[in-house]
């Protein structure tokens, strides 16, 4: 073992040379040297990650800026627009090769004239941003109550008992059958509708979440604040929300699009909202369905419709997954 040893006399060095104090900071050794994690950076990583998201996003965006900012570029007026050209016989019902021929190229007739020789491409896009802003309302509306009461409920017992017999007499009625009562009774308008679709749709959203919360509220991080005397309602906001991220976002995804359906079919039934939306588009141009040439004006606005409603629930439904902290790895 001595042959192993080293003489530090050969090296010809002072003692302050080879040896030096290291101080020991205890605050720089509790620092995690890991990179610093960023939630919904690693979201928006993992949602670009699928290139068909770049694509679907590109749309959205161009479904909205015709739907909100072309309406305003042209200054469309829907009292006026519609008019213009009635005096003339021979601007009705043009194919959109016809209107061009007649009015030369423009945006305006890529999708020809209707009924009363106005531009079909115009009037689609100025109902669009009225469906699309009832389907943000309305789901605004419904997931703020629905996702606060539901977190809530399934968290209180006694609130328990309340709320379940309440869905047991609101959740068997039909949903569309209480909708299509309310806009009969009440005048319809856009805050009309909103009424209709939010005064009960909250209650399965709420359901939904209260099944979920109940899944995850007796885990040991929930008990432990209750011991320490926290509020029912600041775990559900601080321990259980976050917790369902992906799941509220899946839940966004789905409802958007099914009121922008409930809209387009309450407007095709003849009970929707006197504004040209999109349903009362498709409502108005129903006769034409079959008729040659005049196709256009009935599946103009059936086409958005489904483009908006498809767009809407994939690109929802893929952030919805990419909010799911598991997929981060």
């Known amino acids: 073992m001595q042959d192993n040893l080293v003489n530090l006399d050969e090296f010809q060095l002072s003692d302050e040379e080879l040896f030096a104090h290291y101080e020991n900071d205890m605050a720089e050794s509790e620092k995690i040297t890991a990179p610093r994690y960023s939630y919904w950076k690693s979201v928006l990583r993992v949602f670009f990650r699928k290139k068909s998201n770049i694509f679907f996003l590109s749309v959205l965006a161009l479904v ?13 007026n829907a009292d006026v627009d519609p008019w213009k050209y009635l ?15 007649k009015y030369g190229f423009s945006i305006h007739w890529l999708l020809g004239s209707g009924d009363q ?9 100025y109902g669009s941003g009225i469906s699309i802003s009832l389907a943000l309302v309305c789901a605004a509306i419904n997931m703020i109550i629905g996702v606060l009461l539901g ?16 869905y047991n007499i609101v959740g068997n009625v039909p949903y569309i059958l209480l909708i299509s009562v309310l806009v009969r009774v009440l005048t319809a308008s856009f805050w009309t509708m909103v009424f209709a679709l939010t005064v009960t749709g909250w209650i399965g959203i709420a359901y939904f979440i209260r099944t979920q919360v109940i899944i995850i509220r007796d885990r040991e991080y929930n008990l432990a604040s209750r011991c320490l005397g926290t509020s029912i309602f600041r775990i559900a906001l601080r321990n259980i929300l976050p917790f369902m991220t992906s799941i509220i976002v899946t839940l966004i995804a789905t409802e958007i ?4 359906s409930y809209e387009v079919f309450l407007s095709y039934i003849g009970i929707g909202m006197p504004d040209m939306t999109l349903g009362k588009m498709i409502e108005m ?14 599946w103009s606005p059936v086409i958005i419709a489904s483009i908006i409603a498809v767009v809407l629930y994939i690109v929802g ?3 919805g ?9």
């Open 151 to 166: 977190a809530v409920w399934g968290f209180s017992k006694r609130m328990d008992v309340i709320m379940n017999e309440i």
């Open 321 to 329: 997954d990419a909010s799911d902290p598991r997929t981060h790895m």
């Open 317 to 319: 439904q893929n952030l």
């Open 64 to 76: 909205i800026l015709f739907s909100y900012v072309y309406p305003l570029i042209i200054h469309y």
């Open 285 to 298: 141009t129903q006769p034409y369905m079959f008729v040659k040439q005049w196709g256009f004006e009935f």
């Open 257 to 260: 699009p099914s009121y922008i």
């Open 87 to 101: 005096l003339d016989p021979t601007s009705k019902h043009l194919s959109p090769s016809a209107a061009i021929s």
């Open 117 to 125: 020789g106005q531009s079909t491409f115009d009037a689609v896009w």
